[in-house]
C-alpha cells in the first residue's frame, strides 16, 4: 500500500509554498476547473502532496510529516534527520540521506 495523495489546507499558501519549496518540493501551480488556485508536486514514488488555501474547507491542524530528500536537492543541509515546522506549525521532519540513495532506486 502507499500513500497516493495528501492535501494540506492552509490559510498561509505562498508562506507554506516558499517553505515546502526550501525544502527541495518542485511545486507547481494548478487549477481544475472552477476550483481554487493550489500547489502541487509529483513525489519520488508517484504520490502527489497538494497546498490548497483553507477556503472551503478548513485548515489542515495538527500533522506530522516525514520527506526524505535527495542529498542533492535538501539546500546544503547536513545529512541526517531536521525536525522543522511550517508556517501553520506543522511538523516536518525532513531526512536528508549521506548520499543521493533516491536516485539509485
Given at each position: ?20 519549496a526550501g525544502?527541495g518540493?518542485?511545486l507547481?501551480p494548478?487549477r481544475?476547473?472552477?476550483g ?6 509529483t ?20 500533522l506530522?510529516l ?15 534527520r531536521?525536525?522543522?515546522?511550517d ?19
Open positions: 500500500m502507499t500513500v497516493d495523495l495528501l492535501v494540506i489546507y492552509t490559510d498561509r499558501l505562498e508562506a507554506c509554498r516558499e517553505f515546502y525544502l518540493l518542485d507547481v494548478e481544475h476547473g472552477g481554487p488556485d493550489h500547489y502541487a508536486v513525489l519520488a514514488d508517484g504520490g502527489v502532496l497538494e497546498l490548497y488555501p483553507a477556503t472551503r474547507r478548513p485548515a489542515t491542524g495538527h506530522r516525514g520527506i526524505t530528500a535527495p542529498a542533492r536537492g535538501s539546500l546544503d543541509r547536513a545529512p541526517g531536521h525536525t522543522l515546522t508556517p501553520d506549525g506543522r511538523t516536518v521532519v525532513l531526512t536528508v540521506p549521506e548520499s543521493d540513495t533516491l536516485s539509485r532506486a
